[in-house]
């Protein structure tokens, strides 16, 4: 097996944790909706998750847990990954940004820091931040 086959493999084994953590999350409040399936099924496209892991993933019987860590520098690199995500298709809309709060709260963020590093996060990767910001961003 190459380096890049291992490489691959540690990054596809990322982002189905990842969809799986979001099915989960979308799953808490009983019934999928309409809008988040459609979000998840838009998600398992950007994953690249197969079909069989996409049904895997939703057998009643499997839930992932949301791994929540007290290293705040852990959960803000799992924030930062799903953001990635998320803008891989370089947009976020309102559906996304609902499911990235309940999974930073499910990481263990309050709601007020969830809504703070959410604002950051879509300034930085959006392109909409000012020169102070991308100053400070540069030299630290």
Known sequence: MSFADL????????????????????????????????????????LDITDS?????FKKENK??????????????RLYDLFRIVYSDHEIDDEERLLIKKYAIGLGFTEEK???????????????IDFDDYLYLVKH
Do not use: C, Q, W
């Open 7 to 46: 490489y691959s493999s540690g990054e596809h084994r990322r982002n189905l944790a990842h969809f799986a953590a979001l099915a989960t999350l979308a799953s808490i409040d009983g019934e999928i909706s309409t809008e988040e399936k459609k979000l998840l099924d838009r998600f398992a496209t950007k």
């Open 53 to 57: 892991e996409y049904l895997e993933v």
């Open 64 to 77: 992932y847990p949301i791994d929540s860590t007290p290293d705040s520098e852990k959960r803000l690199e």
């Open 114 to 128: 969830a809504d703070v590093i959410i604002e950051r996060s879509v300034a930085i990767f959006g392109g909409k």
